[in-house]
């Protein structure tokens, strides 16, 4: 099992910077991807970024990688959302989440198989 926990959501204003955390705990393998998600009221739970936990290779959306940068720091068990000129449309609850499969390009929600509980960014305009 492994648990994740997210922080660093908040209010923000549109233009600002925001980094979300993630911390990791229990049973990991260096194969496994971490990624974030996001869902805002009314719409699906949308792919954001993954991260390979060792060697870090990295998957952004199109829509955001200009602006949403994934990283980990492995010695804090520990995955990073950073979030520059925010957007109204960038509110919503954010979510880490883990694949056992090894594929950083896995998008699909359903097949991350851990999840944490979330954390709410708003972006005011």
């Known amino acids: 099992q492994v648990q994740l926990a997210e922080s660093g959501g908040g209010l923000v204003q549109a233009g600002d910077s925001l980094r979300l955390s993630c911390a990791v705990s229990?049973?990991?393998?260096?194969?496994?991807?971490m990624g974030w998600f996001r869902q805002a009221p009314g719409k699906e739970r949308e792919f954001v970024a993954a991260?390979?936990?060792?060697?870090?290779?990295?998957y952004a959306s199109a829509d955001v990688k200009a602006r949403l940068t994934i990283s980990r720091d492995n010695a804090k068990n520990t995955v990073y959302l950073q979030m520059n000129s925010l957007k109204p449309e960038d509110t919503a609850v954010y979510y880490c989440?883990?694949?056992?499969?090894?594929?950083?390009?896995?998008?699909?929600?359903?097949?991350?198989?851990?999840w944490g509980q979330g954390t709410q960014v708003t972006v005011s305009s």
């Open positions: 989440a883990v694949n056992k499969d090894g594929v950083v390009t896995t998008t699909n929600p359903v097949e991350y198989d851990f």
């Open positions: 991260i390979r936990w060792t060697g870090g290779t990295t």
């Open positions: 229990g049973r990991t393998f260096s194969w496994y991807v």
